[in-house]
Each structure stands twice: as structure tokens, then as C-alpha cells.
């Protein structure tokens, strides 16, 4: 009778237990249907938001214009609409973008003057511990100034949830793009008070990389009751991330090819370096406005990399495209910039190179092949049709800025630049034979003379 009554009590003891347990998920349950949250949420998703919110809710208060760059929440609001503040939308009545299963929400600011000290004090007074990434400020980097100072980078913030904001510094450069620093972990350091380790493989940008956007507007929009900013055009900015890695030059190596060789700022020298400035920015409004990718390659590419500069005695400006990234308005395009057709050689399919000039200055654009193990472009005699051919190693695109502007270039440049100009290409050359000078070119057979007239035109 005693033990009956003992398991009678542990049995009554149980369901108590079990009933407070239902209670308790009903109250949370009831909470987050408050909250608007109806559909299963993670407990790190959960935590996010929480994070998110009262990092949202500090930046308002400083007036700290915060917007998103979370590659998951823009890709949802993509897909759906999403209103300003106070309209209604099929966004409210559940956690649609910001509570996915991720401990790391990512964020950016245009310029570090609006992360103020009252700001980062919030933010410790509320339980974030916040780690800072600092470099060299590329703004004031020239071969003159060679050890900028320190700018902020990079942010992490880790919150009681144990998640984490990453908030990305962007500097505007030259009026004309977008700039933010790179993560590395030979970076140095101010304020460890989180810890970058566990998130690391969780950053969506600057991981290794340094990148570069064209200047974006923002919209407030309103998302799980929650008021953010956003890109205006989110796909455009998502389009823009995988082609975003940006190198800068260097600006020592310049700095001691100038100490070796001198700078030519010889009047003529001065006037080509204006005037090929002007071609290569009428260019790229050409292709910009049509779509069409380039990079800086040859000697263009070579006054670059070697002394972050024109070279005086190139005598042209070299684009180099992607013969997939052809389009037949290329040449419309750009003479309505200003810059006139003068040669055409070869085929799309074949070879194929466009000049144009404006004034005493030629743009030549090749136009590059892709084989299993390389890349090539193709070059023509035009008296004999003898045709050549330049064989690369495979390369990606990165950006740069160059004479002040935004352009492209293999990302992998010295071996680009060894393939075309040699082991020495630091050695300044004045005598150039492009059909015999370059250590990449091979003979590459001969035009049929009946197909001359359509391969090779001068206008």
C-alpha cells in the first residue's frame, strides 16, 4: 500500500511537469504569434532577430543609416513585395527574411562618420562585444605616400545570443564607386573583444578580398516589423557581388620602378597621358552603356601593374573582352562616344580585334578565346594576312582603379603580364614588335586571299 502510494505520487508529480511544459510552449507559442512570427522558427533563427532587432533599434536612435547586404534576406525580397513603412503587405503576420537559420546578419554604411562613439557605448551597454578591423586607407595612397593611415574596415558585433552583425565600412571613391576593405586575418586588430573564429566561414564579403560597387540608392522598407534599409534595386546589387573582387595597385612596386627608371613628365609625355586618359574613359562609357565587360590588358595593363600609370610611349589604350561577351553594337557605341572605327581584322569566330582613334590616339580592343587550358587572342597582318596567336594562362576579372577610374583587370596579373611581356617585364622597352617581341605569340596559319576583303578592312 505504501509503494502504491509512492508511484501515485511520482505518477501525479509527472503530469504536473508535463502540464506546466505544454503551458509554457503555449505562452512562447502565443508570444511569437504576437510578435507576428507564425510559421517554425530556429532557435538561432530566433536569436538573429533578437540580435538584429536591437541592433536596428540603437543604430535609429543615432540616426545611423544601416542597410542591408545580407545576401539571403535581399534574395527573398527579390522574390516578394515588400512595401515601405505603414503599407500593408503580405510580408506582416510572419518572419519571412530575417529569422533564416544563420547566426550572422550582414549590414554596410556609407562612410565610418556615422558610427559614433554614442552609437558603439549603446551597443557595449546593451551586451555586444565588438571586434575592429583597420587598414591602410588605399584614398590617400599614391608613389608619393606610400603609409596612409588606418581607417576602419570592418565590424563584428557579437551579441548575448551568441549571433553576430557584421557591419562592412564603405568609402566613396573618386565620386564614382563604392569601396570597402578587406577581412584578413593578418589584419590588425583594435578592440578583440569578440572573436572573428567562428563566423569566419560564414562571412558573405570581404573574406581575403577588398570590393568595389557602382554607387547604389537605398529605400526604407518595412519586413517583420521591422523598419531596414535596402539597396533600391536589390538584384542589381546581387548581380554585382560575385564580379566584386577588387585589387589595388601597388603603388611600392611603382614607386621603385620610378626610383630605377625615372619618370618621363616631359610636356608630351603629360599631353599623351591626357589624351589617352580621355580614350580609355570614352571606351569604357561605350561598353558600360551596352552591357559589355572589359579589362585593361597589353601595354595598358603593363603601365598599370608596373607603375600605376600610363606609359607615356604605349602610343595607344588596349581593352581586352571576352569574345562570348561579343555585341554587334559595340561599334555604334562607341562612336557615339567619340571614337571613330579605323581597323577591323579577322572574324567574330576567328581572330577577331576592332581599332578605333580619336585625334592621334588608338583604342585597340581584343577580343579573347577560351580554350580548355588557356585563353587567346589573335592578331593580323593586314598587307599579307598573316595571322598570329597570343596564349595566356587562365585568368578572372577584378576591379581596379586606374588614372582615377573604375576598370577592370585579370585578377592573376603577373602572370598575364609575364605571359605577354617575359620574367622582365619590369624593364622599361621603348622598341616593341608585336608580332615578335612578345614571348606568347606563335604563328597561327594565314587568311585565304579570298577571304581578305572580309577580314581585312580599314576605314
Given at each position: 500500500m505504501h509503494?502504491?502510494?509512492?508511484?501515485?505520487?511520482?505518477?501525479?508529480?509527472?503530469?504536473?511537469?508535463l502540464l506546466v511544459q505544454v503551458y509554457l510552449y503555449a505562452i512562447s507559442?502565443?508570444?511569437?504569434?504576437?510578435?507576428g512570427f507564425t510559421r517554425k522558427i530556429s532557435t538561432k533563427g530566433l536569436n538573429a532577430y533578437k540580435t538584429t532587432k536591437e541592433f536596428l533599434l540603437i543604430a535609429a536612435k543615432y540616426n545611423t543609416p544601416l542597410f542591408v547586404m545580407d545576401h539571403d534576406i535581399l534574395e527573398a525580397l527579390v522574390q516578394y513585395r515588400v512595401g515601405p513603412p505603414g503599407e500593408t503587405n503580405t510580408t506582416l503576420g510572419?518572419?519571412?527574411y530575417l529569422c533564416y537559420n544563420n547566426s550572422i546578419r550582414t549590414f554596410g554604411v556609407l562612410d565610418i562618420r556615422w558610427i559614433t562613439k554614442g552609437f558603439l557605448k549603446d551597443l557595449k551597454s546593451s551586451g555586444f562585444r565588438s571586434t575592429l578591423i583597420v587598414g591602410p586607407d588605399p584614398r590617400h595612397m599614391s608613389t608619393q605616400y606610400l603609409s596612409p593611415p588606418n581607417t576602419p574596415f570592418h565590424y563584428l558585433f557579437e551579441s548575448q545570443y551568441k549571433t553576430y552583425i557584421h557591419l562592412i565600412v564603405f568609402y566613396e571613391r573618386r565620386t564614382s564607386y563604392l569601396w570597402h576593405g578587406p577581412v584578413q586575418?593578418?589584419?590588425?586588430?583594435e578592440e578583440p573583444s569578440g572573436n572573428w573564429e567562428p563566423v569566419w566561414p560564414l562571412l558573405q564579403f570581404g573574406r581575403e578580398f577588398a570590393g568595389a560597387y557602382a554607387k547604389m540608392e537605398f529605400t526604407l522598407i518595412h519586413v517583420d516589423r521591422l523598419n531596414i534599409l535596402v539597396?533600391?534595386?536589390?538584384?542589381?546589387?546581387?548581380?554585382?557581388?560575385?564580379?566584386?573582387?577588387?585589387?589595388?595597385?601597388?603603388?611600392?612596386?611603382?614607386?621603385?620602378?620610378?626610383?630605377?627608371?625615372?619618370?618621363?613628365?616631359?610636356?608630351?609625355?603629360?599631353?599623351?597621358?591626357?589624351?589617352?586618359?580621355?580614350?580609355?574613359?570614352?571606351?569604357?562609357?561605350?561598353?558600360?552603356?551596352?552591357?559589355?565587360?572589359?579589362w585593361l590588358s597589353s601595354g595598358?595593363?603593363?603601365?598599370?601593374?608596373?607603375?600605376?600609370?600610363?606609359?607615356?610611349?604605349?602610343l595607344d589604350v588596349d581593352f581586352g573582352i571576352w569574345i562570348t561577351d561579343y555585341n554587334?553594337?559595340?561599334?555604334?557605341?562607341?562612336?557615339?562616344?567619340?571614337?571613330?572605327?579605323?581597323?577591323?581584322?579577322g572574324k567574330v569566330e576567328d581572330s577577331y580585334e576592332l581599332s578605333f582613334v580619336r585625334g592621334n590616339i588608338k583604342l585597340d580592343v581584343f577580343f579573347f578565346y577560351e580554350e580548355y587550358d588557356h585563353m587567346w587572342n589573335g592578331g593580323t597582318e593586314y598587307r599579307n594576312g598573316n595571322k598570329y596567336k597570343y596564349d595566356f594562362p587562365k585568368f578572372t576579372l577584378c576591379w581596379t582603379e586606374f588614372v582615377g577610374v573604375r576598370v577592370r583587370v585579370p585578377c592573376e596579373t603577373q602572370s598575364y603580364i609575364e605571359a605577354n611581356y617575359g620574367k622582365d617585364w619590369d624593364r622599361k622597352v621603348k622598341h616593341w614588335n608585336w608580332k615578335e617581341?612578345?614571348?606568347?605569340?606563335?604563328?597561327?596559319?594565314?587568311?585565304d586571299a579570298e577571304e581578305m576583303q572580309q577580314v581585312v578592312k580599314v576605314f
Open positions: 509503494r502504491s502510494g509512492i508511484l501515485a505520487g511520482l505518477l501525479f508529480i509527472s503530469l504536473c511537469f507559442l502565443r508570444s511569437l504569434k504576437h510578435q510572419r518572419c519571412k586575418r593578418t589584419d590588425l586588430i539597396p533600391k534595386f536589390p538584384a542589381s546589387f546581387l548581380n554585382q557581388v560575385p564580379q566584386s573582387q577588387f585589387i589595388e595597385c601597388n603603388f611600392r612596386q611603382a614607386y621603385n620602378f620610378a626610383a630605377v627608371n625615372g619618370m618621363d613628365n616631359s610636356p608630351e609625355a603629360k599631353d599623351f597621358r591626357a589624351k589617352a586618359r580621355e580614350v580609355l574613359v570614352r571606351g569604357k562609357r561605350a561598353l558600360d552603356d551596352i552591357g559589355v565587360r572589359f595598358t595593363c603593363l603601365g598599370w601593374f608596373r607603375e600605376c600609370n600610363i606609359i607615356p610611349h604605349g554587334s553594337k559595340i561599334v555604334s557605341a562607341m562612336e557615339s562616344h567619340g571614337l571613330q572605327l579605323k581597323l577591323e581584322f617581341s612578345p614571348p606568347n605569340v606563335r604563328p597561327n596559319g594565314q587568311w
